[in-house]
């Protein structure tokens, strides 16, 4: 569990505005949670228990803010379209590293998670940005057009005979698109 108490120790500061903050603080915190919660058998009680063990990576500034935008998140996750698409597929990678080589410049991520459903492939990354409208909501579709292109590219190194989609798991509202 060296890995684990790496990940416990070490704190970001990423931007000096503390909205931002909480924002990126949050998107680690749930993304840390959905990396080990089991889909099929999910509680209110171990959602907790796993965003408890998240509490050390938070700045003491913005933790009970962190702390209670995960719980919401994870709360409305737990009743989800989300959550039931992920319950009944099978789990293939969580957190794949991978790396591009293209146009003389090496690209990197990590996906969220790939899953297999209704024999195709699915490509997912999970968002937590909040968004009220059908136009906010399109936004945020929007800004991850370059990054699904990576990640089908990614994929397809992988499965290449396989039907693979891209979808977002938009978290403020559980919905997949």
Do not use: C
């Not at 924002?23 to 009680?45: A, C, M, P, Q, R």
């Not at 913005?62 to 409305?76: C, F, G, H, P």
């Not at 579709?141 to 499965?159: D, G, M, R, T």
């Amino acid at each position: 569990m060296k890995e684990e108490k790496e990940r416990e120790e070490i704190k970001f500061n990423f931007s000096k505005n503390t909205g931002e903050n909480i924002s990126i603080y949050t998107g680690i915190v749930v993304h840390n949670v959905l990396e080990e919660v089991d889909f099929t058998n999910i509680s209110l009680k171990q959602l907790n228990t796993l965003i408890k063990k998240q509490e050390k990576i938070i700045p003491e500034l913005i933790k009970n803010v962190v702390m209670e935008n995960s719980r919401k998140i994870l709360r409305k996750f737990i009743n989800s379209p989300l959550h039931k698409e992920l319950k009944e597929s099978n789990i293939i990678f969580r957190e794949l590293p991978f790396t591009l080589y293209e146009n003389e410049k090496y690209i990197e991520g990590r996906i969220d998670i790939i899953y297999e459903k209704d024999g195709k492939i699915i490509v997912m990354d999970y968002k937590t940005n909040r968004y009220e409208t059908e136009e906010e909501k399109q936004k945020v579709i929007k800004a991850y057009e370059k990054q699904k292109e990576y990640y089908l590219k990614a994929v397809k190194k992988i499965f290449p005979e396989k039907n693979i989609e891209f979808k977002l798991g938009l978290l403020w509202k559980g919905e997949v698109v």
